[in-house]
């Protein structure tokens, strides 16, 4: 199979699809790569390493779109990139489809055959290509969080952990899933009081077992959601609904309530954001205030660290990749229920039920579709 890596175009997206490490995997069972130039730049793999590994270096994302049969990427295709994917053309990224109509129509309307990440699942039922980039973003969460509670930045002037003879900051965490136990962990090692809200006892019990009694954990309601953020000075959003549009938990009005300075940190913002005031910003514009209360809605926190997070991404992706272009995506997809559930798009049809719900589109079970 011929595979392309284009270089992402995303607002300061420096990850990129493949390292030398994956390319010299498929190189080995005898694929061809192509790569278009400085795709590597950002995460210090340049043109000369690709070559090395075996992969052909091309000059613009055109030529990988024209020749390619799978574009393996990270983020979603933006829409410039969406109208140079060819009918029956294997795509395999995150698309967060959910809250984007304008891209899932575009993907529809070129042919292609779209695998995402995040909804590719496991035997636990977990999601294993979106979770090395969960526990990533649930470890920037703590640290942007900080930073913007630092009066400087707008925030309240609070230490996450205090010091002696002063309290720690209240941390509240949304979730308790990938996202929020990364977060929980790394807001409790700099010793700040962390609760955790989730409406899974299960995991309520896990979290308490995995960090003892220092962590407050709280079975979610409306009360007691609106009872704890009222009194935190950190926020994390870190639900999810697996392909669906994320819930909005925290509303307008609790928002209105809260102190000037308190940041809200929406990880959830890919799926639509669990905060009824979040809209997606970018690295180079992160943060945005309404009634004084902080907002960092950043929509590829990962790409903060692009290093760290392409290759734990690519040590999560390579099998799938290395399965799609050994028996091609047909077989790939009907060995492997897994990897089926990530079809979102096939050749104008919505196979995903969750997306198919969030853009009110018909549902075409993927089954069913790749039969047609």
Sequence with gaps: MLIGVPKEIKTLENRVGLVTASVRELVHDGHKV???TKAGEGIGIDDNKYREAGAEIVKQAEDIFERAEMIVKVKEP??????LLQKDQVLFTYLHLAPDPKQ???LQASGAIAIAYETVTANDGSLPLLSPMSEVAGRLAIQAGSHYLEKPNGGLGVLLGGVPGVPSANVVVIGGGVVGTNAVRMAMGQEAHVTVIDKSLKRLKELDLQFGSKLNTLYATQESIEEYVLKADLIIGAVLIPGGAAPQLITRKMISRMRPGVVLVDVAIDQG???ETSKATTHADPVYTIDGVIHYCVANMPGAVPRTSTFALNNATLPFVLALANKGYKKALLDDKHLLNGLNVYKGKITHEAVASALTQPFVSPIE????
Excluded: I, R, Y
């Design 369 to 372: 579709a790749l039969m047609q």
């Design 78 to 83: 933006q829409p410039h990139e969406c109208k």
């Design 104 to 106: 899932a129509a575009l």
């Design 34 to 36: 192509l790569v278009e």
């Design 273 to 275: 954001g669990c905060f």
